[in-house]
C-alpha cells in the first residue's frame, strides 16, 4: 500500500494523466492522455468504448506494452498564475493488459473504481470496457515548486 501524500494526493484527486509506453519498432517514446483510478496499490486506465480508429487490441499503446512492460505514468499540476501550484508526479512501473475472459474479478474492480470517480463512465455514457491496463508501480518520483 503506498502511503506517502505526495504520491496520494495526486492520484487520488487528478482526473487526467500521461502515459508512456515504449515503441519496439523505433525504440521511441509513445505517450497518450489517459483517465485512471487508484486503488491503493495499482492503476487502472480503461481501454473504453469510445470511437477509435482500430480495434481496442490494435491500439498502439496496447501492442507496445504486450511487447514492452515498461511505462511512465506522469500527473502534472500547472498554473500561470501562481506557480507556488506547480507539481508533478511521475511513476514509473510495469504495466499489463488485462481482460474481462481472463481476470473478472481484476476488470470488475476497475470498473467499480473509474465510475465512481467519473461521472461519464457512472451514467454510461461511454462503456468501460472488458479489457484495462494495470500498472504495477515500481518508482514514484514527485516535485512541487518551493520557495
Known sequence: MIQHNQILEPLNNSKIARLATVDPDNNQPYVVPVVFAFNGNNIFIPIDDKPKTVNSNQLKRVKNIQKNPNISFLIDTYDDKDWNNLSYLMIQGKAKIVNMLKDTDTIKTAHFLLSEKYLQFKKIVVGIGDIC???????????????
Open 133 to 147: 491496463i494495470v500498472i504495477d508501480i515500481q518508482k514514484a518520483i514527485s516535485w512541487k515548486y518551493s520557495t
